[in-house]
């Protein structure tokens, strides 16, 4: 079973990770978490290959971070109960 954890990931929101920029892959989309956030959506990501801005419209299209990993995320039927918060996209 999926357990929540203490830090939000900068990719899907959910609150998935036990610490920020450790890289810890992210079990609900994939993205392995450099320490990137939302103040920096248009730089590659060095570990991931493509941007964040790219990686969240990835997962609000598909649900995964980039198609590669599509495969590998948590279904959404095994998501319910864990907490969501939704940031503002910056432009």
């Not at 978490?33 to 730089?43: F, H, K, S, T």
Request: hydrophobic fraction near 30%; charge should be negative.
């Amino acid at each position: 079973m999926l357990r929540e954890g203490r830090f939000q990931c900068p990719c899907c929101d959910y609150y998935a990770l036990d610490g920020r920029g450790r890289h810890q892959v992210c079990p609900i989309c994939c993205w392995e978490d450099d320490g990137q956030d939302l103040d920096r959506l248009d730089d590659v990501s060095p570990t991931n290959h493509i941007t964040l801005r790219e990686a969240r419209d990835n997962f609000a299209s598909f649900g995964a971070a980039d198609q590669a990993a599509l495969s590998l995320v948590t279904p959404e039927s095994e998501r319910k109960g864990l907490r969501r918060e939704l940031r503002a996209r910056r432009h």
